[in-house]
């Protein structure tokens, strides 16, 4: 097919680097799965991009108030991109709850699309707003007026579905005119959609028909002054890709983890947002021989799985700030009985129910000091969707090297990102293998190897019964033992374990200006906008380093040498400075600044940019 | 599991001081289940003792298997992530009135109700005898204990109903001092397929002493108690003339010929239930012995079973299908 025949083909085609789309409606509007495709056709045709669903707490809030809206905003790039964009360059509203909710953040001069269908006094009254077109809400804005509601209903004239039925697909002939917009090609979510709805074929027809109708509207081409396309990234490393979400990466990543380990996973797990979609994805893995376990709360979930690691699985729980708390006392008798173990934190908006479907930072004293009594505990922070597999591997592989538990701290924004992942070549994956205790001569339970890590022995295996417990330990017997220097000695032990982590992970690379005066230090999601943050500032004429911890607790060596190098360490933090309060505590001679946002949305590069010149040149 | 050579009740002992109170129950429930274990002929390796905390948790200590002491009212939750990682285990759980029916009480609902193919011994001693003398959610109204000096107010558990209602498939009751009754009934629960639930009376000489005494003294225990059979008549007192005719859900005591025969293996749990209830009328005898007993699948079995399964559907799982999955495209 020549470009002359497309729709719109007398428009001026637009070369651009990234581009920043936000789709918004109510949660009956479909607009996750509009998103997603938009993102798995953005991923086909080989742009780099970065997701970020926002949807709210309630599964349906009543229809067209601003509490039901739900969002997905995604920015595609032929460039190496680190974060789904500040603020769209185009918005979709399908109705006005959408609007009044996403246009503060939408760029000047951007694109928004209205379902004018939507637009009438009942529906501004449900989102408790003005007339949109008497107070100035347009202005400013490149504003495209359809009418989808009945677009749709035209397009899908003579449908066998019932009225209601057709205004459902509303939302594939958004993401049709979007596709034409952008010269994306519908051909994956025709794929997609026939599919999904394989048993129902009239749905996958009408849905499909309705994007068409999308694609082509060729009245509606004409309010547009241009038409975009969006090169594919050429700037990734080589390599096979795929789009992955976090908490996919992270299912994986165990799975896979506990194979280089050379033991089965056990998944004892509650559900709880943003985490359940963890437990979903390892319970169809069960041909890998992951048992998944459902259990009563998030007690019993952790429970079971530290049972599991006595039983000779790797076990593993997942959850997310609440059911932490709840893990607590747990965690304590798995660092007691030193088995494997691995946590995994989805770090939610809090404190209590919080805000469920956000995201925040503010777990970080909880995960490394969080117990009673001295309880030290490996944290692991994930930076990116994709690195989210890396360090689940990793937090398999220091619980069973170590015989610790470990924590792996993720958030809500990674957890629902979505990006493309650079598939791992399979002989680079680590072998980790285990080797379980068999030999009864000499055993002790609580005999050590260099690295401090006891045996692990399944039950099961012959004469070396042996009893384990909560109750202090005596040093190699591991019988039950109250005396003094017994227990400082194992408190010792215990902290020495994991402080021997060190010896296996690397210093955090520092990027950026040799001679800058400033660090940017991050932990966990902020890493996307930090590292965007910091091409800003150096696109001012200014100089910058930014470095990024993996390794929370204990923290890596050399940091100290590092820090010293600048005048001041900027640490973001989407909580109240949690690692700039460890920081100091370790560090007490540097100069660290906090800046905190604690809003349940990522930072925004620029204002972490605006924030590091302010330093800078005060 | 590995070839067992006959062990004897000795062989379970390990070398550790036992350290309950001179006197307390726990001793001879100890005894009972060392000679229930050589009697069953599992080796040594293949047992694993489980427990919450409370006096009657500290049991794993006292037996040469494979043990965890967790923590409390947890325990039912370890117990299932073991068996299922390793169905080939015996299983026992050890936990006590407060540990099981208090702290614990969600999980053991669920243990119970799950099917998981272990053995749950209930040490009800009717007061927390670790923290040293507060009542438990199974004290009867009006003990005095140290937190309730004016006497309870709590309306308790019946441990054997609760069971039932959580629709467990094995329910019995034994007395710690009626040793005979004690073995017998521990091997039946260690026989049984999916979650063996056994509450044991247990005197606490300590801080309830004679709790039981009513029913349990060798002078009154054939008229107090009546012990379920299966498949035998609802017989009991010291001259074994007095029955127990069930009367739907009015049981009456009747004339020993008059007795009905009683049968645990009834799908539906009501007559247990009707039974368990029995001695709230004080007139009654107190039941023990088994109350149910019947085979369903249990949840380790189906566990492994659901990935035997997805592994004949979908073959064994590999690394690379796990990475190499979806839609993957090249970067050149
Ligand atoms: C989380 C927690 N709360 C409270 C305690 C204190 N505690 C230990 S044992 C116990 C009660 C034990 O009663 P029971 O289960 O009846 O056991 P017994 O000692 O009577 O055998 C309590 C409250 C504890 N160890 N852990
Ligand atoms: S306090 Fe009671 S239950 Fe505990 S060991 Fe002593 S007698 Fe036994
Ligand atoms: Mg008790």
Redesign the interface.
């Known amino acids: 097919m020549t470009k002359t025949q497309e729709p719109g083909a007398e428009l001026p085609l637009q070369q651009q680097d990234s581009v920043v789309v936000r789709f918004a409606g109510d949660s009956g509007d479909g607009m996750q799965i509009t998103g997603g495709q938009f993102t798995s056709t953005s991923a086909a045709v080989g742009n780099d991009l970065a997701t970020l669903p926002d949807f709210p707490a309630e599964i349906r809030a009543p229809a067209g108030t601003r509490a039901g809206v739900s969002g997905f905003q995604l920015c595609f790039s032929s460039k190496d991109i680190h974060t789904p964009g500040d603020r769209p360059d185009a918005l979709v509203a399908m109705n006005p709850a959408a609007l009044v909710v996403n246009i503060k953040d939408l760029k000047p001069g951007g694109i928004l699309v209205i379902n004018t269908g939507a637009f009438n006094d009942k529906e501004y009254k449900k989102a408790k707003m003005a007339d949109p077109y008497t107070d100035g809400t347009f202005e400013g804005y490149r504003l495209i007026e359809v009418d989808i509601n009945k677009r749709v209903a035209e397009a899908l004239e003579g449908s066998p579905l019932k009225p209601k039925d057709v205004q459902r697909c509303k939302n594939f002939y958004t993401l049709g005119l979007m596709y034409w917009l952008y010269s994306r090609p519908m051909q994956p979510t025709e794929e997609f959609l026939n599919k999904k709805f394989a048993k129902k074929p009239e749905l996958a027809e009408a849905n499909i028909k309705a994007m068409r109708a999308g694609f082509n509207a060729g009245d509606i081409h004409q309010m547009f002054q241009a038409r975009y396309q969006v090169a594919k990234c050429t700037e990734l490393p080589a390599g096979t890709y795929r789009n992955i979400m976090g908490n996919e990466a992270v299912a994986l990543g165990l799975t896979v983890g506990a194979k280089l380990c050379g033991v089965k996973p056990f998944l004892g797990s509650y559900p709880i947002t943003p985490a359940s979609t963890i437990l979903e994805a390892m319970a169809a893995q069960k041909h890998h021989d992951v048992m998944t376990f459902q259990a009563e709360d998030e007690i019993a979930a952790i429970c079971s799985a530290i049972g599991a690691s006595f039983a000779g699985r790797l076990g593993i729980t997942t959850t997310s700030g609440p059911g932490l708390a709840l893990k607590t006392e747990a965690m304590g008798l798995a660092v007691m009985t030193e088995l494997p173990l691995v946590i995994v934190d989805v770090q939610r908006g809090g404190p209590s129910t919080g805000l469920p479907t956000k995201t925040e930072q503010a777990d970080l004293l909880q995960a490394v000091f969080g117990r009673n009594g001295e309880a030290p505990i490996p944290v692991i922070a994930v930076s990116t969707v994709a690195d989210a597999f890396d360090c689940a591997i990793e937090a398999c592989r220091i619980a069973t090297q170590y015989m610790t538990p470990v924590l792996l701290l993720t958030d809500g924004y990674i957890a629902n990102g979505s990006e493309p992942w650079r598939l791992p070549k399979l002989e680079d994956l680590p072998d980790l293998k285990v080797n379980f205790r068999t030999e009864p001569e000499g055993f002790l339970p609580y005999s050590r190897d260099d690295k401090g890590a006891r045996p692990w022995v399944k039950p099961g295996t012959p004469g070396m019964q042996h009893r384990i417990g909560g109750l202090e330990k005596a040093h190699l017997t591991g019988d039950v033992c109250y005396d003094a220097e017994n227990h400082e000695f194992m408190i010792h032990a215990r902290q020495e374990k994991v402080m021997n982590v060190r010896e296996t992970i690397k210093t955090p690379e520092v990027h950026g200006d040799k001679d800058a005066e400033l660090l940017m230090l991050g932990w966990g999601s902020t890493y996307g906008p930090i590292a965007d943050a910091c091409e800003m500032i150096r696109g001012k004429g200014h100089k910058v380093a930014r470095m990024h911890l993996r390794h929370v607790w204990p923290l890596p060596k050399g940091l100290d040498e590092i820090f010293s190098r600048y005048k001041a360490v900027l640490i973001p933090e989407m909580n109240m400075g949690q690692l700039a309060r460890i920081l100091r505590s370790e560090y007490p001679s540097q100069n660290f600044l906090s800046y905190s946002k604690v809003q349940g949305q990522p930072f925004h590069s620029s204002e972490l940019a605006e924030k590091a010149i302010s330093v800078l040149e005060n | 599991m590995?070839e067992a050579k006959t062990l004897t009740k000795k062989d379970f002992k390990?070398d550790?001081d036992v350290k309950w109170c001179p006197g307390c129950g726990d001793y001879a429930i100890l005894n009972a289940v060392q000679a229930a274990c050589a009697n069953i002929g599992t080796?040594?390796?293949?047992v694993?003792?489980?427990s919450g905390?409370g006096c009657s948790s500290r049991f794993?200590?006292y037996?040469?298997?494979?043990?965890?002491?967790?923590?409390h009212g947890?325990a039912?939750?370890?117990?299932?992530?073991?068996?299922?990682?390793?169905p080939?285990?015996t299983v026992w759980l050890v936990t006590g009135d407060g540990d099981g029916l208090s702290i614990g009480g969600?999980?053991l609902?669920?243990v119970l109700r799950r099917n998981v193919d272990i053995n749950v011994l209930l040490f009800n001693n009717e007061i927390y005898g670790l923290t040293k003398g507060q009542y438990s959610p199974t004290s009867p109204r009006g003990r005095r204990t140290k937190t309730s000096p004016m006497g309870s107010v709590d309306r308790p558990f019946n441990p054997v109903s609760f069971a039932l209602g959580c629709n467990a498939t094995f329910v019995a009751r034994t007395i710690d001092t009626h040793i005979k009754h004690m073995t017998d009934v521990l091997e039946a629960a260690a026989a049984h397929k999916g979650t063996s639930f056994v509450e044991i009376y247990q005197n606490c000489v300590i801080f309830n002493d004679g709790a039981f005494d009513d029913i349990s003294e060798k002078s009154v225990r054939d008229d107090k108690t009546i012990d379920l059979r299966a498949g035998e008549k609802l017989v009991y007192g010291k001259e074994h003339d007095k029955g127990i005719a069930m009367r739907g859900f009015d049981p009456q005591i009747v004339s020993a010929a008059d007795a009905d025969v009683w049968d645990p293996t009834r799908e539906s749990s009501a007559a247990a239930f009707t039974m368990s209830a029995l001695d709230q009328d004080p007139k009654m005898p107190s039941p023990i012995g088994i109350f149910r007993s019947v085979e369903t699948t249990t949840f380790d079995a189906d566990?492994s079973a659901?990935?035997a399964?997805?592994?004949q559907?979908?073959?064994?799982?590999q690394?690379?299908?796990?990475?190499?999955?979806?839609?993957?495209?090249?970067?050149?």
């Open positions: 590995s390990p550790q080796s040594k390796e293949n694993v003792f489980v905390i794993p200590y037996m040469d298997t494979y043990g965890f002491h967790t923590i947890r039912p939750a370890f117990a299932t992530g073991i068996k299922a990682s390793n080939d285990l969600n999980h609902a669920h566990m659901q990935i399964q997805a592994v559907q979908k073959g064994e799982g690394i690379k299908d796990l990475i190499y999955a979806g839609e993957t495209w090249e970067v050149r």
